[in-house]
């Protein structure tokens, strides 16, 4: 009869988001500089190979991964509801969307209204969004 579907993935396993960039300098000063994330690893190209920068916290259970595209035919495709929350549980800090805007992002109005009443929406320089969101959030 029916089998039992689970999910192998369990509460400590490590997620990756991966997102193709046409600037991986760019990229780097926005996610890094800006938002204030630790470079993890770090893969300089050599000729047909695929560029790549792991950025994330040391204690998380996440990367970020940023990608270059050797052929150069690969462009990111982030639509405006496509984001990336973080919750803070606090009112967002002025200083650190200046410094998001400083390192190439750019404040933009919420696809969904609810992150404009919550929080703050900045795209990066390939038009990936960010949200900073005062709220606080726990699976549990």
Do not use: K, Q
């Amino acid at each position: 009869m029916g089998r039992e579907t689970r999910c192998l993935a369990n509460g400590s396993a490590h997620i990756r988001i991966a997102r193709p960039t046409r600037d991986l300098a760019a990229a780097e000063r926005f996610w890094r500089t800006g938002l204030g994330l630790s470079e993890l690893f770090r893969h300089a190209p050599e000729a047909g190979e695929h560029g790549l920068l792991m950025l994330g916290r040391p204690d998380a259970a996440w990367h970020l991964e940023l990608t270059t595209d050797p052929s150069g035919d690969l462009e990111p495709s982030p639509t405006p509801d496509d984001l990336l929350v973080i919750y803070l549980g606090e009112p967002v800090p002025a200083e650190l969307v200046a410094r998001l805007e400083r390192s190439g992002g750019r404040r933009v109005a919420a696809y969904n209204p609810y992150w404009d009443e919550w929080g703050v929406t900045l795209e990066d320089p390939d038009g990936y969004r960010l949200v900073l969101c005062e709220r606080e959030w726990s699976n549990s």
